[in-house]
């Protein structure tokens, strides 16, 4: 029965062989050749052996025979050993509406490729300017019509060994700011993550969303009295409603139940941003922090589950920082430059004390939305007043509450809008459509004008802007915004009576009408 056994041995190894891969298919059809000719020598020794001969001793030929098949068989179990290996350490490639990745096997790499183009046409209604050229502080502003690329961007961002998250963001639209984002956020645990580098500080609500995402073409008043980027530390952690898992959701944290963020920062000032590798202008640091919940989440109650509620403060001391200047929302416009001084005055720096406070909240509920914030910046400013150094409290202020409802009924969210169906008309398809209404408003401080020119610098800047956007799909988006701006003061004096009874008021800037449409893609 030793041949018998011998030969089903040799003939399951056979059957075997189908189950190896195809990528080893050459070298699979000259070992089953092999093993053909071995089953061949075994019928033949079998045909020419009776069984009478057959005894208890070992047969020189056949044990040969069963060495041959061993080794043949370890030498396909380690080539499929090999191929399991190799297919495991091979990246995964994925191509969609998120961008391009490359990720490992097991999840724990991964390289993210993504980017964004933004291309507006801003242009002025009853600009009384009248010219191209610069702010006309007498007449209004005198800004040309133009179409301009706002944005282009390329960026990397993904994570090693699971827990070590990246992000690299240049900007090529950008001459003054290069670079607006790149850190390291290490998040082995999720209540306790670690981000350094250049990144979002954590004080406005509309600042942090998404530069792809905000609800209007340019931002409200509350995001130009805090800083845009800075260099810095930030430690920041998630946690989840009991019963539920934490999600990672980045160093600023829109996801999860209750979130923070406590960080340390040079300082770059109100509506600052520190340019590519700029360096420290003083020591002492910016602290800046954050916390923001959703009460509801997963609480069984649907028209609350998207309630986020949050406050964000700041402390400084800066030392000699030039002041930013304050723009228009939509137009971006200036309508108070920290140098255009008064006679007698020299242009203000910030030095000393500077706080902020800012509560904010949204609302999300279907295909409605809702979003506000305020804002309370005060600061010690240094300037000359009548040849003697003089410093002032300045206290400004903004809010801004804007609301939006989707038509074609997508949900409406904080990042942005999905498409139910992408643009497609042959098909009857048309995207997505939102509406969105917006009012804002900043007020500065009026001692500011102890060194600004009041007819140079409006004190308040109050606008209401409406907004259409068209999502094409998950990646294109056109949008329409058209913004009015009423000012107080900064267009010259008035006068009235004569000689001795003569009196001067200070102008109103002219009411600021822009329309501005954006092409935008982003992945």
Known sequence: ?????????????????????????????????????????????????????????????????????????????????????????????????????????????????????????????????????PVNYTTGSGIPDSFQLRQARIWLEGKLWNSLYFKIMPDFASSSNILPDAYLDYAYVPFASFTAGKQKTPLSLERLQGDSETMFLERAYPTYLANNRDVGIMLHGEFAKPGYK??????????????????????????????????????????????????????????????????????????????????????????????????????????????????????????????????VSNQQLTGNYNSKLTQISQSNSAWQVQASYVLTGEDNTFQSVKPFKPFDPLAGNWGALQIAGRYSELNVDTTTFKFIDPTRGARDAASWTIGFNWFLNRNALIRADYEETNYLGGAGSILSGTGVNTKYAIANRPTERVFATRFQLSF
């Open 1 to 133: 029965m030793i041949h018998f056994r011998r030969h089903v041995l040799v003939s399951a190894i056979a059957l075997a062989l189908i189950d190896i891969p195809t990528t080893f298919a050459a070298n699979n059809e000259a070992l089953e050749q092999r093993i053909r000719e071995l089953e061949s020598r075994l019928e033949k020794f079998e045909k020419a052996t009776s069984k009478e001969a057959v005894t208890t001793q070992p047969n020189p030929e056949v044990e040969k025979l069963n060495t041959k098949v061993n080794t043949l068989e370890r030498k396909l179990e380690v080539e499929k050993e090999v191929a399991t290996a190799n297919a495991s350490n091979s990246p995964k490639v994925e191509a969609g509406p998120e961008g391009f990745r490359i990720s490992s096997q097991d999840g724990k790499h991964q390289l993210r490729i993504r980017g964004a183009v933004q291309t507006d046409g801003r242009f002025w209604i009853n600009d009384h300017g009248g010219a191209n050229g």
């Open 246 to 375: 934490t999600e990672y959701g980045g160093p600023v944290d829109f996801k999860n139940f209750i979130s923070y963020q406590l960080g340390v920062f040079n300082g770059s000032g109100d509506n600052g941003s520190s340019n590519y590798n700029a360096p420290a202008t003083f020591d002492d640091k910016e602290f800046d922090g954050r916390i923001w919940a959703h009460p509801f989440q997963h609480a069984g109650i649907a028209w609350l589950e998207g309630l986020g509620l949050g406050v964000a403060g700041s402390w400084s001391h800066p030392n000699q920082l030039a002041l930013n200047k304050l723009v228009s929302a939509l137009g971006q416009s200036t309508f108070l430059d920290y140098s255009q001084n008064r006679a007698g005055a020299t242009a203000p720096i910030a030095e000393g004390i500077h706080t902020r406070i800012y509560p904010q909240a949204y609302w999300y509920n279907g295909p409605f939305g809702l979003q506000g914030e305020y804002v």
